[in-house]
């Protein structure tokens, strides 16, 4: 979809060099009500001209500015007349523009740093003369640019931050984005506020008004066909589509065979019953099921469902009589985490929004992706403002290949059968114990091991379920959740008790980075 109309004064322009913190950036903003857009960092000057931002923001990135063929803005970015803050990377290539000089820091910073801040005005506006922040970074800045003056220092580098009052052009050595930067958010909202003027209009409700604006005017007369999953992104995204185009929308709901228990039948009660959409059920479960047969790797498993969920589309839109357009409910952690669309970044993992077959239709304009700018909280922050209940928007994420997966190894019915079991059990008892809505996620895995144990004082060799629970944000990083050991304790035990073909349960203690959270 394109993107939605945002007035001038309250949009800000992320320029992406590859940080792994770059999208903290646009949600950290966004928190203040201030609009923010991640464009690759060598988006043409013509295209953010005609965004006509009221700011620019220069993120940091893994490169280093003496790479050959390190990632270069233009320096006609700094002609456009509006504020600039650049973020570690960014500095640099401030620096590197206005002729100030670098070195390879002999002492990298990584982690927590002291700031010793020489002017508390700017960017460092009711701040401490000492702020404790994140670094990291392996060069610094050793003279600043003609016209620049130092603001900041630290141990290892004298000059930790730099501005250009006049032209309103900063730097900063350190990631005031970063949870860890203890005052992070007070510099971001000087450079939003004081800086850059802005008033803070941006909302969900404007989000609203904006995106039904954008989808009328892109899919005009025509057609579109969703991809329902029954989960959070693509309902959210069936009920905003619906309020833009009413019943030219044809939400298809595709059964994977790979799905939780009973989770079919719920879907169609609620779409078609609670909230009257036009909705089409294809079950599909053998269809996809004779094409995991066999498959052990998890990126083929994302590529065979993705791909069959295109077929699965186009055949269902032929007995439509007409599709104009694909409509996904991707988010920009799926974005970011598959195909770098925005600027450098690494690829973690390949999503199945993101298979050749839908990047093809990406490239001729025919997706609609109305929440890939959004970040899951924001989703559930936007269900909330289109009225949906509480009980599906606080749903955790489900994944779109679903339980293929969380079945490690090959797909077989036997298999399945088990973790829709023990899932099911997981899931009802964490949320008798009240804990479902303070978890950002939490599912079982099935392992392609099996161990020793005794049943009934007669030995068992049977399969092994892994827990695993996470605490998060936005899913971009995240903690494993510590549960009451009664509830851990009566969980095991119902899932070796109750699932035949279980003996061992076990617990992930791993956090994100460096695993994700899902297991493939």
């Known amino acids: 979809m394109k993107d939605a109309i945002v007035s001038p004064e309250e949009k800000v322009i992320i320029l992406d060099f590859g940080s792994q913190y770059t999208q903290l950036i646009a949600r950290s903003i966004r928190e203040l009500k201030v609009y923010a857009e991640i464009v690759p960092y060598n988006q043409s000057l013509e295209t953010i001209r005609r965004e006509s931002p009221g700011g620019i923001i220069l993120s940091g990135g893994p490169s280093s500015i003496y790479e050959k063929d390190s990632p270069q803005v233009s320096g006609e970015i700094f002609d456009l007349g509006v504020p600039v803050l650049g973020i570690c990377y960014g500095l640099y290539s401030i620096t590197d523009i206005f002729k100030g000089k670098m070195q390879a820091s002999q002492q990298k910073e990584y982690g927590r740093a002291v700031i010793n801040i020489k002017s508390r005005t700017g960017l460092f506006k009711d701040l401490k003369s000492k702020e404790t922040v994140w670094m990291s970074h392996g060069d610094k800045v050793v003279v600043p640019p003609e016209g620049f003056r130092v603001t900041a220092s630290s141990k290892n580098a004298d000059i930790a931050a730099i501005e250009n009052s006049k032209t309103k052009i900063y730097g900063v050595q350190f990631h005031p984005e970063v949870y860890h930067t203890e005052n992070g958010k007070k510099i971001l909202k000087n450079f939003l506020f004081n800086i850059c003027g802005f008033k803070g209009k941006w909302s969900m409700k404007s989000f609203v008004a904006q995106s039904i604006e954008a989808i009328k005017n892109e899919v005009g007369s025509g057609t579109v066909l969703l991809g ?39 879907v169609i009660r609620r779409f078609k019953e609670t909230l009257n959409l036009n909705l089409v059920y294809v079950d599909a479960s053998d269809r996809f099921l004779k094409k995991l047969k066999g498959v052990e790797d998890p990126e083929t498993k994302r590529k065979i469902i993705g791909r069959e969920f295109i077929k699965v589309f186009i055949n269902e839109s032929k007995k439509i009589g007409r599709f104009d357009f694909l409509a996904q409910g991707t988010l920009y952690p799926d974005v970011i985490e598959s195909v770098s669309t925005k600027g450098p970044s690494d690829t973690i993992k390949s999503h199945h929004n993101r298979v050749p077959e839908v990047l093809k239709l990406i490239k001729s304009g025919k997706v609609i992706e109305p929440l890939k700018e959004l970040f899951k909280d924001e989703v559930r922050a936007l269900g909330k403002e289109l009225g949906m209940s509480d009980g599906l928007i606080h749903r ?31 899931v009802s008892e964490i949320k008798n114990a009240g804990l479902y809505n303070k978890l950002w996620q939490i599912f079982a895995v099935f392992l392609p091991v099996r161990s020793v144990g005794v049943m009934g004082d007669k030995r068992t060799y049977e399969n092994v379920i892994a827990i695993r629970g996470v605490t998060s ?6 903690d494993w959740a510590y549960l009451p050991e009664a509830v851990l304790r009566h969980i095991s035990g119902r899932i070796i008790n109750e699932v035949k073909g279980v003996n061992r349960v076990v617990y992930d203690i791993s956090s994100k980075p460096p695993s994700t959270i899902e297991w493939e």
């Open 228 to 266: 329902l999953s029954g989960g959070v992104d693509s309902s959210v995204a069936a009920v905003l589509l619906q309020r833009a185009i009413g019943d030219r929308l044809y939400p298809v709901f595709v059964n994977n065979g790979v799905l939780r228990k009973n989770e079919a039948e719920i």
């Open 473 to 478: 944000v936005d899913a971009m990083t995240a």
């Open 396 to 426: 955790h994420p489900f994944p779109g290949p679903g339980l293929a997966i969380r079945i490690i190894g090959e797909v077989t019915g036997e298999r399945l059968q088990i973790l829709q079991e023990a899932d099911d059990i997981l």
